[in-house]
Nanobody, 123 residues
Framework: QVQLVESGGGLVQPGGSLRLSCRTS????????MGWYRQAPGKQRALVGS???????AYADSVKGRFTISRDNAKNTVRLQMNNLKPEDTAVYYC?????????????????WGQGTQVTVSS
């Protein structure tokens, strides 16, 4: 069984920083793309940033230059460094990984989600 466990959320003042981490555990063949999403009250869940297995990254326009996504393949961990946080960054943040499992019929990709961690930016 595959599990994604996030940590690092909390309350921070505008202009402050937080680092989120998401560790994947369980039995699987490999992890392809890793990413962070967020969902603010009354809004749809949206992509914040993603990183491929080879390290290529992509970000939402609203966080470019402030957030950095990174991954440690040896530790099956993806991190999101968030700097210069703004009140509009307040949301529940979710990690999501595309994980490869070995099946009788071959290798297949599945998307897994963490339970979410609250980030609140407020003075």
């Amino acid at each position: 069984q595959v599990q994604l466990v996030e940590s690092g959320g909390g309350l921070v003042q505008p202009g402050g920083s937080l680092r989120l981490s998401c560790r994947t555990s369980g039995t699987f063949f490999s992890i392809n793309a890793m990413g962070w999403y967020r969902q603010a009250p009354g809004k749809q869940r949206a992509l914040v940033g993603s990183i491929s297995r080879g390290g290529s990254t992509a970000y939402a326009d609203s966080v470019k230059g402030r957030f950095t996504i990174s991954r440690d393949n040896a530790k099956n961990t993806v991190r999101l460094q968030m700097n210069n946080l703004k009140p509009e960054d307040t949301a529940v943040y979710y990690c999501s990984n595309t994980i490869v499992l070995r099946r009788d019929s071959g290798f297949r990709e599945y998307d897994y989600w963490g339970q979410g961690t609250q980030v609140t930016v407020s003075s």
